[in-house]
């Protein structure tokens, strides 16, 4: 088998075969070449990074059915900014614009994240519906208060004096109050509903669902299934919010400073943008199940190793956004587990990455290794079909 190219090797680092998800730690997605011309186009001049903001603002508005938008340098970016916006709302900040006004509010920006006395701060969420990322809502001075899943509990955490807003994380544990109910109690309490919604794409229906919900600010990532840059995100919400999210953002000085996004990055994520709105999603999802039972097909004659089709789905209604190969090993048959052969796939070069027992894409997943063929390139399945049978017993292959 040929070796793969690896533009990496001069720096003395491996190669790794995605064979999990779009996952940061290996770099989010791959853009479609014409997003790299857009960007390398970008970097032939300078710009107004504000005029610049406004006008990715515009299309990101225009593809979720908000009143605004704003670029951010990822999903938790949005967050933090969304957060910040949602703890500014009445106060003097609001008189500031992004765009026309260039100086006089840094220092009502500046209160964030630790100068808070005064401002409502507080985010009330689900105990049920917490995760490792709502710590962005804490970088820029929140403080969640937790409650339990049912009404009651949700709307007499409320308090005037220091509710900023309800927080939401869409892909939610079971259990847990719908987006709807969230939703309503924010708004009849006057206070914002913030949504994490980083990986709900696919489909790109997703795009709008939150907005038409009644949703007032939802985040999600630029660097995964719409394949912009990896340093890049999308928040979209109302006008009022949006600005005062502008106004905590780079290149100002409030808690979005460091989140710097270059010129190139910001074009990139538009031109991305612009490509997933537009893409066949039905031949992309077959194309990813043709590679998913190739995968299986080459597998499924190993002793001691079940393999199968399950698939990552849309949490509101079920409809299958990703198919993914599974593996289910008897370690009494082949000697090593699942968890092992995952450890074994990254050793080597190519490293191949897989996921074992991801609880965020499906229910069942006790004992599973799972491939998924969405972010495979060109030949890397027979690479991960050699490596698999490499690592087995040869004995234990019928």
């Known amino acids: 088998m040929n070796e793969l190219y690896n533009p990496f090797k001069k720096y003395g680092i491996r190669r790794v075969i995605n064979a999990a998800t779009s996952a940061t730690t290996l770099g989010g997605s791959i853009p479609d070449p014409k997003v790299i011309i857009e960007m390398n186009e970008a970097s032939k001049c300078y710009v107004n990074i504000v005029e610049l903001q406004a006008w990715a603002g515009k299309y990101i508005a225009e593809v979720t059915g908000a009143e605004a938008g704003l670029p951010v340098a990822s999903a938790v970016c949005g967050l933090m900014l969304g957060a910040a916006a949602c703890i500014m709302k009445g106060t003097e900040l609001e008189q500031y614009d992004p765009i026309n006004d260039t100086r006089g509010w840094s220092h009502l920006a500046m209160k964030l994240p630790v100068r ?14 917490r995760n490792s990322y709502d710590y962005s809502v804490e970088l820029a001075g929140g403080t969640f208060v937790e409650t339990g899943s049912n009404e009651w509990e949700l709307a007499s955490a409320y308090d005037s004096k220091r509710t900023a807003g309800y927080y939401y994380t869409a892909r939610n544990l079971k259990g847990s109050l719908p987006l ?8 009849r309490n006057g206070v914002p509903a913030l949504i994490d919604a980083a990986a709900e794409l696919p489909p790109k229906r997703k795009l709008k669902y939150y907005i038409a919900k009644g949703v007032d600010l939802v985040s999600y990532s630029g660097g995964k299934h719409i394949a912009g840059p990896n340093n890049s995100g999308l928040l979209a ?4 919010l949006i600005k005062l999210a502008h106004l905590q953002s780079y290149p100002f000085n ?3 400073r460091a989140s710097k996004m270059s010129r190139e990055s910001i074009v990139g994520l538009v031109a991305a943008l612009k490509l997933y709105v537009e893409h066949d999603e039905k031949a992309v999802f077959d194309g990813w199940m043709k590679k998913a039972e190739w995968i299986c097909e080459n597998l ?4 001691g190793v079940e393999v199968g089709i399950t698939y990552q789905r849309v949490v509101e209604d079920g409809e299958p956004m990703t198919p993914l190969c599974y593996l289910k090993i008897d370690e009494s048959v082949t000697g090593i587990s699942g968890k092992n052969l995952s450890n074994m796939l990254k050793e080597g070069e190519p490293c191949i990455a897989t996921l074992y027992e991801p609880f965020f894409l499906t229910e069942d997943v006790k004992g599973l290794l799972l491939i998924n063929p969405e972010y495979l390139l060109d030949n890397e ?6 490596k698999i049978k490499k690592i087995l017993p040869k004995q234990n292959q019928i």
């Open 237 to 240: 919400g109302r006008s009022d």
């Open 116 to 129: 808070t006395q005064g401002l409502k701060t507080e985010f009330i969420v689900q105990k049920t519906n």
């Open 381 to 386: 399945e027979s690479y991960i079909i050699e």
């Open 300 to 303: 499924k004659n190993i002793s």
């Open 180 to 187: 709807e109910k969230v939703i309503q109690i924010a708004h």
């Open 254 to 256: 409030g808690v979005g």
